[in-house]
């Protein structure tokens, strides 16, 4: 039988971690919290691009009114040969299943993409140090290697961004986006996708392959693989927000998108400093820009909503865990005096 | 006619300011505009420098890169990348950039470099203009 001194000791561990864990899902409450607020004040801009990217679409004559052809490269078609795969993950763990999930969907993307040559970019530490293992390290392929030798591997790790999601802004986002867009005016890449985990609210997320380049139309997210939560998942995210002031409901941003819709847009006649289609070349690449920011912003707000969510079932587990040895320490307790007992009683009764 | 129009300026991590002016100044990508209320609607792309605006006897300063704004008869609305108020403009990071892009220039081998190192050095030397003057 156990002792009662080791009973004892176990307990005030679990105790212990008990703490550790319930401050740590408070943090990351906390954190979460601080994330949503920054992707809602990312919003605007966001949109007011996105309008005038559309409303300049008629102007310029962006898309050839004979043949429909797209007259900016970042809009056209071609043949995928060469697929860039962004990874978004985590640069920390205890974040419950967080990064497995997004690692397993990286898989089941790279799968449907069997034959093609992929290059993924990783940004957090959590995904690279996975892909890493998995695929070579190789340089950025250039567009001169055109056809690959056979020996080259199809899939390989080309960047790595660690230690950016905590200290997140546009300038660090945009130089990675620039990169991206460079290559793929180069012919380096024929497309671009960015794998995170979309977060709405606590119980509205999903994992999705977003399709950033080629853009195929300006203000619609193209969603290429999605994985929606489980309802037990929602179920355990609504269980842990309790109490933590993390609102469930996605934030209403209608009050934000009708204002930014008035953005450049008015019925007046402007005037044009630049011409229509000159703008518009200039801030199409921003598009882009704004987009990976949006991703890497809600995959961090997951990121912390998924910690939270892991902490709250580990609090709610050592709670189990001290109650069960909470019972198998008095009932030793009550053994060991009910021994006691017997052996006084037995004693008395031989004595007299 | 009003004597002060509306004006905000947006980046993509938030809204910088959202104030009234008398009167402002932006750059322009061809140059700097003066901007009184009543401007006929403009659209224009923005350069690297600095947008000023006077308000109640102030001028007020912010650094700015790139961007696009709408001029309206009573309102202002201006996309900018970055967006910082001179007082809020860390100098000695800023002289750093400048150090590092001059430092690129010098060595930089490909066409991109230097690109890149020209653009980082007109920020740098657009930020380090405002923050001296500060606000006056």
Do not use: C
């Amino acid at each position: 039988m156990a002792n009662l001194l080791d009973i004892r000791r176990r307990i005030r561990s679990v105790t212990n971690t008990r703490q550790i864990t319930k401050a740590m899902k408070m943090v990351s409450a906390a954190k979460l919290r601080r994330a949503q607020e920054r992707a809602l004040a990312a919003r605007p801009y966001a949109q007011m691009l996105t309008n005038v990217l559309k409303s300049l679409v008629s102007r310029a004559e962006i898309y050839d009114p004979d043949s429909g052809e797209a007259r900016h490269p970042l809009l056209a078609q071609r043949e995928q040969r060469n697929i860039l795969l962004i990874v978004v993950t985590g640069d920390k763990g205890l974040a419950g299943a967080f990064n497995t999930n997004i690692l397993k969907a990286a898989m089941k993307f790279l799968q449907s993409k069997s034959g093609k040559h992929v290059e993924i970019e990783a940004i957090g530490r959590k995904g690279r140090d996975f892909l890493r293992r998995r695929f070579p390290r190789a340089e950025p392929r250039s567009r001169q290697e055109g056809d690959h030798s056979a020996s080259e591997s199809m899939i390989s790790l080309v960047g790595e961004h660690v230690g950016v999601l905590n200290r997140l802004d546009y300038p660090l986002v945009w130089s990675i986006a620039e990169r991206v867009i460079e290559r793929y005016t180069a012919w380096e890449i024929d497309s671009a996708y960015v794998l995170f985990n979309e977060f709405k609210s606590v119980i509205a997320q999903r994992l999705i392959v977003e399709q950033i380049l080629p853009i195929e139309q300006i203000g619609e997210t193209l969603v290429r693989q999605a994985e929606e939560m489980s309802q037990e998942e929602r179920e355990r995210a609504v269980e842990a927000a309790k109490g933590t002031g993390v609102a469930l409901r996605p934030v209403d941003t209608r009050s934000i998108d009708v204002e930014a819709a008035k953005f450049a847009t008015a019925n007046v006649d402007y005037i044009y400093e630049q011409a229509p289609a000159e703008l518009f070349r200039s801030l199409l690449p921003k598009y882009v820009g704004v987009q990976i920011f949006r991703a890497l912003l809600e995959s961090v707000a997951a990121e912390h909503a998924a910690r939270m969510t892991a902490m709250d079932a580990a609090t709610n587990n050592a709670t189990d865990m001290i109650d069960s040895l909470t019972l198998a320490m008095n009932r030793v307790r009550q053994a060991k005096i009910t021994k006691e007992i017997i052996e006084i009683v037995s004693g008395a009764a031989a004595a007299s | 006619m009003a004597d002060t129009f509306q004006f905000e300026i947006v980046t993509p991590e938030k809204l910088v300011v959202r104030d009234v002016a008398e009167e402002m100044q932006i750059p322009g990508k061809d140059g700097y505009l003066g901007i009184l209320p009543g401007h006929a609607p403009l659209i224009t792309e923005l350069g690297v420098g600095e947008i000023s605006y006077r308000v109640h006897g102030y001028t007020h300063r912010l650094s700015v890169a790139w961007g696009f704004a709408e001029v309206l008869p009573d309102k202002i609305t201006i996309l900018a990348e970055t967006a910082e108020r001179a007082e809020e403009i860390d100098v000695e990071r800023a002289h750093d950039a400048k150090r590092r892009a001059e430092e690129r220039l010098k060595n930089g081998n490909s066409e991109i470099d230097v690109r890149r190192a020209q653009v980082a050095l007109e920020r740098a030397d657009s930020r380090l203009k405002v923050a001296s003057k500060g606000r006056s």
